[in-house]
């Protein structure tokens, strides 16, 4: 089988690219997609309106082979709107399973932070089984199945925060900023271009290229040093100085989690090993939002995010 630095640069490297004409201003975004896409693993972008997040996943669908679908989350949302229903077909006398718009390869739910507990349960089956229970039957979703969903923080009425055990299926939660001046005139040159001259999207990544690359992923060797970097950076979620301003610590999750994407970005990189970089970049959007913080660290105005910069700032990598 090839190796990773020959697999990326034929189809990884080549997706990346290809996100970035179309995604100025939004290269770690790009790349925690990608590794989620490597991964197999759950998105969730979190940012001001028109950010450019519903644009990037839909981009990312018309680079990568397979069925993408949409759903738009309001408070009045059913589960039966994400994962289908039971169709009484009268000339059958029988009851037939409509698939809802989950059973795609790529699934945006925008605004996920509308929709009402139910939906989010039924979502959370999809997310963490790769399934979907319907009656007393259950359907097995595609392979590949990448979820990214968005969520506004700007909006309160009328929206349901994800309780700990959602927010903990997704692999990665990625947090955007608004841009500075030269990248916002960049933008307006591409939109205004793009609606001139139209857009032009490669030839698909092929779901085999994406299984080859997933296989890759795996083989990128984790050095035990570097493993047990990752250890002590969960652990100091849980005991020692740090920890303080912690109520719920990061789970064994979190530890999986870091290591998983810790291969995919050295994969991106065309390294065929991890290095202590690919951890520390990565940490924060891996281990934030599975920690919750004492009423006492939210009233000073501290986030998961800043304790985790502080640990990476104490826990030395080797």
């Given amino acids: 089988m090839d190796t990773a630095a020959e697999i990326a640069p034929n189809g990884v490297a080549t997706l990346r690219a290809h996100l970035s004409q179309g995604l100025i201003g939004h290269d770690d975004l790009i790349e925690r997609l990608l590794v989620a896409l490597l991964v197999g ?98 359907h097995a979703l595609p392979d590949p199945f990448l979820v990214v969903a968005t969520q506004n923080p700007i909006e309160h009425d009328g929206t349901f925060p994800l309780p700990e055990a959602q927010l903990d299926r997704f692999l990665l939660h990625v947090e955007l900023k608004l841009p500075d001046m030269e990248t916002e005139r960049r933008i307006l040159d591409l939109v205004e271009a793009e609606a001139q001259a139209g857009e032009r999207h490669p030839e698909p990544m092929s779901l085999a290229d ?81 920690m919750v913080l004492t009423w006492r660290a939210v009233a000073d105005g501290r986030r998961p995010r800043d304790v985790v910069a502080d640990i990476l700032n104490a826990v030395e990598p080797l």
């Fill in 41 to 138: 693993g759950h998105v969730l972008v979190e940012g001001p309106p028109g950010l450019a997040k519903t644009r990037a996943v839909k981009w990312l669908s018309e680079a990568v082979e397979g069925t993408f679908a949409r759903i738009q989350c309001t408070p009045d949302l059913m589960p039966s709107d994400l994962t289908g229903t039971l169709v009484y077909r009268p000339q059958d006398g029988a009851f037939e399973f409509a698939r809802g718009p989950v059973f795609h390869n790529l699934v945006l739910v925008d605004e996920i932070n509308r929709a009402p507990p139910k939906v989010q349960s039924a979502l959370l089956e999809a997310m963490a089984e790769h399934q979907v229970t319907v009656g007393n039957d259950t």
């Fill in 210 to 290: 994406l299984a080859a690359a997933r296989t890759a992923v795996r083989a990128v060797h984790l050095a035990p040093e570097l493993r047990d970097y990752i250890v002590r950076l969960v652990a100091a979620t849980r005991q020692g100085a740090l920890c303080g301003d912690i109520e719920h610590a990061v789970s064994p999750r979190g530890t999986l989690t870091l290591a998983a994407a810790a291969r995919a970005r050295a994969f991106m990189q065309g390294r065929d090993y991890a290095i202590p970089e690919d951890v520390a970049v990565l940490a924060a959007d891996a281990l934030s939002h599975r």
